[in-house]
């Protein structure tokens, strides 16, 4: 049995989809994908990444934002919610969909068992083709393990 091709929709059917559903939902060049729902681990992960993050930011330009924000890769196609964002600067915003911040300058994503190699692999590829973005963060849920990517330059070398 084979997998059935995933119906494509132009960008602004998936904002209109957004705002209507009131749920979270992936964009990945023109594929929908519904984003599932995090447990208490990952929640709670999250959020101590968040409560660390605001006070360690106070005073400059960088703001912490947590799940919420959604983060748009305009050259790949590529619209999601990445667990925790840090913008610094002001936020550039795209029109469409509308809400959908451009220029992050780190994100983070919790690990979780169903997503973890989305978010290694699949993920690091999108992230990374933004040009503010200076750090990629993974925090395993499950475990003590934390992977940071840095860029250098204008390249991506293997986690440090």
């Not at 912490?64 to 610094?88: E, H, K, L, N, Q």
């Not at 083709?129 to 390249?155: F, K, M, N």
Request: negative net charge; aromatic residues 8%; proline residues 8%.
């Amino acid at each position: 049995m084979t997998d059935q091709p995933r119906p494509t929709f132009p960008l602004d059917e998936y904002a209109i989809i957004e705002q209507m559903s009131g749920l979270k939902h992936e964009y990945v060049a023109g594929v929908i994908l519904a984003m599932p729902g995090a447990g208490p681990v990952h929640d709670r992960i999250a959020g101590n990444l968040v409560h660390l993050l605001r006070p360690q930011l106070a005073g400059g330009p960088g703001q912490v934002f947590g799940s919420d924000v959604r983060i748009g890769v305009t050259a790949a196609a590529f619209y999601t919610y990445p667990d925790v964002s840090v913008i610094c600067g002001a936020l550039a915003a795209a029109d469409m969909p509308r809400h959908t911040v451009l220029n992050p300058t780190v994100l983070f994503e919790v690990l979780s068992p169903s997503t973890a190699d989305y978010d290694r692999v699949t993920k690091l590829a999108y992230y990374t083709q933004l040009p503010s973005l200076v750090a990629y963060v993974l925090v395993a849920q499950d475990r003590r393990w934390v992977a940071v990517h840095t860029r250098a330059g204008a390249a991506w070398p293997a986690s440090s």
